[in-house]
C-alpha cells in the first residue's frame, strides 16, 4: 500500500507562484511512477504532469508547459509541482496519484491508470 499527503495549496493572486509537495510512504519502488491531476467543480480530473521516480524523466499537458514543472526528491519520497504564472482557470483540487504500471504517450494520461491517491489539496487563483 502507498500513502500519498499532498500540501501547498492556498490562495493566490493571478501571476503568482505556489509549490505543491506530495510525499510517499508505504510500498514505494523505482519504477513507480508520480503524476498530479486536478479538478475544478463540473469538470472532469485533468492530467498536469508526471514524473517517473527512476530516472526523473517528466511529461506535461501541452497547456503547463512553460508554467508548471514537476520534480522529485529522492531521498525524501517527495514530489513537487512548482506552478509559476497562475490563472484563474488554474483553480482546482489538485491531487497526486502513484502509477505502478509501464505506459507510454497517452495512456500515461488516463486517471483510471493509477493506483493510489492523495486527499487534494486546494488551489485557488483570485483575478
Known amino acids: 500500500q502507498v500513502q500519498l499527503v499532498e500540501s501547498g495549496g492556498g490562495l493566490v493572486q493571478a501571476g503568482g507562484s505556489l509549490r505543491l509537495s506530495c510525499a510517499a510512504s508505504g510500498r514505494t519502488f523505482s519504477s513507480d511512477a508520480m503524476g498530479w491531476f486536478r479538478q475544478a467543480p463540473g469538470k472532469e480530473r485533468e492530467f498536469v504532469a508526471r514524473i517517473i521516480w527512476r530516472d526523473g524523466s517528466t511529461y506535461y499537458a501541452d497547456p503547463m508547459k512553460g508554467r508548471f514543472t514537476i520534480s522529485r526528491d529522492n531521498a525524501k519520497k517527495t514530489v513537487y509541482l512548482q506552478m509559476n504564472s497562475l490563472k484563474p482557470e488554474d483553480t482546482a483540487v489538485y491531487y497526486c496519484?502513484?502509477?505502478?504500471?509501464?505506459?507510454?504517450?497517452?495512456?500515461?494520461?488516463?486517471?483510471?491508470?493509477?493506483?493510489?491517491w492523495g486527499q487534494g489539496t486546494q488551489v485557488t487563483v483570485s483575478s
Open positions: 496519484a502513484v502509477d505502478k504500471d509501464y505506459c507510454s504517450g497517452y495512456e500515461c494520461t488516463l486517471a483510471r491508470r493509477y493506483d493510489y
